[in-house]
């Protein structure tokens, strides 16, 4: 078994000499997020099962870690958006299969520059750093505050959370990548919408379209891919899978559910999210982009909650601009779904629980006053 190292730096220059130097090494990595509190650090450590943790003080030795096979290169935690986080085990192979892909993908007549901003303990945000350590591309380092400066400092390329888009001016970049939540209606020309997930070494969907060499089917509703940059198992199971339509039995089952039509994939959200209300199913995700478009709506979230008349009864929490356009919102949702998704509770809330990732708490949603 090999050793496993967690990174406890912060984002730039020094990282990805880090990052490059356990490479050449070959020595397996995961990046601890340096927000968390010293208990919850300890909870991370533990769920990742390092065995060095090394930090700006040195490298320090961990008794209780646990090793790592010699071809994984990568421990990541999951999202966490859908319940506790899972500690996924990525190999030097598809690493870097992600990192070619996408940058064979992005090209134009030159090979992306990037600028690093997302949290690296993320894999949206890491493999920012793996195109440059894996692949051809090259960095421009600087902090979140200055993403709109980072074109004029020869910056191509930028990947992005939602909410990125309302704080900064994007438009000097050739392609934003954004992920995430789900996108807002309206997008600028140079943002390229994503999907992807921490199994699957980053974005393998691009504007709905899976990148080259990525297989995407839906198998009874759910989306399933068959890619060269997936995961290998978790820390404490095998990587699930399930028998795809060529009879093979090596998909694997994300959790969302979707479809895929002439080649284009739709992903409707999270399988365990679903409200059944009235008898009719209602997705969190194609409600929620049905009432963010109505006027003063800046966010909004939607989930079930028991009740004993409808078996869930709709609740949308409310993001606004100090108006409560409650009627406004019933009636979008009666009109673009139908009328058993007309929020039955509407809740306004300073913010909403997001992930590092920017993706939406949902187990967190139903406790949000």
């Given at each position: ?186 997008l600028p020309d140079n943002v390229v919408t994503t999907w992807g997930m921490t199994e699957t070494g980053s974005g393998v969907v691009y504007d709905g379209v899976a990148l080259p060499g990525v297989d ?15 995961f290998r198992s978790y820390r404490h199971a095998p990587r699930p899978t399930v028998l795809g339509p060529d009879g093979r039995h090596d998909w694997f089952p994300t959790g969302d559910a979707g479809e895929v039509v002439d080649g284009r994939v739709r992903v409707r959200g999270r399988l365990g999210y679903v409200i059944t209300t009235g ?91």
């Amino acid at each position: 078994m090999a050793s496993l190292t967690a990174l406890d730096l912060p984002l730039d220059a020094n990282f990805e000499r880090v990052v490059r130097e356990q490479v050449e090494r070959g020595e397996a990595f995961c990046v601890l997020d340096r927000r968390l509190s010293p208990r919850r650090r300890l909870e991370e450590l533990a769920h990742l099962g390092a065995t060095h943790v090394r930090s700006v003080d040195g490298l320090t030795a961990r008794p209780d870690g646990r090793g790592v096979d010699e071809e994984i290169g990568l421990v990541m935690l999951t999202s966490g958006s859908s319940g506790p986080p899972k500690a996924a085990e990525l190999t030097w192979r598809a690493l870097a299969a992600s990192a070619r892909l996408t940058q064979a993908t992005l090209r134009h007549d030159h090979a992306p520059v990037w600028y690093p901003c997302l949290p690296a303990n993320h894999i949206g945000g890491l493999a920012v750093v793996l195109r440059a350590v894996l692949d051809d591309a090259t960095l421009v380092w600087g902090d979140e505050s200055t993403i709109g400066d980072a074109p004029a400092r020869g910056a191509t390329h930028v990947a992005i959370v939602r909410a990125h888009l309302a704080r900064h001016d994007l438009s000097g970049f050739e392609s934003v990548l954004l992920g995430g939540a789900r996108p807002p209606h309206e997008l600028p020309d140079n943002v390229v919408t994503t999907w992807g997930m921490t199994e699957t070494g980053s974005g393998v969907v691009y504007d709905g379209v899976a990148l080259p060499g990525v297989d995407v089917v839906a198998i009874d509703g759910e989306i399933a891919v068959r890619s060269p940059t997936l995961f290998r198992s978790y820390r404490h199971a095998p990587r699930p899978t399930v028998l795809g339509p060529d009879g093979r039995h090596d998909w694997f089952p994300t959790g969302d559910a979707g479809e895929v039509v002439d080649g284009r994939v739709r992903v409707r959200g999270r399988l365990g999210y679903v409200i059944t209300t009235g008898g009719e199913k209602v997705w969190p995700d194609d409600l929620e982009a049905v009432l963010g478009g109505v006027d003063h709506v800046r966010e909004v979230a939607v989930t079930g909650v028991d009740d004993p008349e409808w078996g869930q009864r709709i609740v949308a929490l409310v993001v606004s601009d100090g108006a409560h356009p409650d009627d406004a919102l019933r009636q979008a949702a009666t009109e673009r779904i139908g009328p058993w998704a007309k929020p039955k509770e509407i809740r306004y809330v300073a913010a909403l629980p997001r992930t590092g990732s920017g993706k939406i708490r949902r187990n967190a949603l139903r406790d949000l006053h």
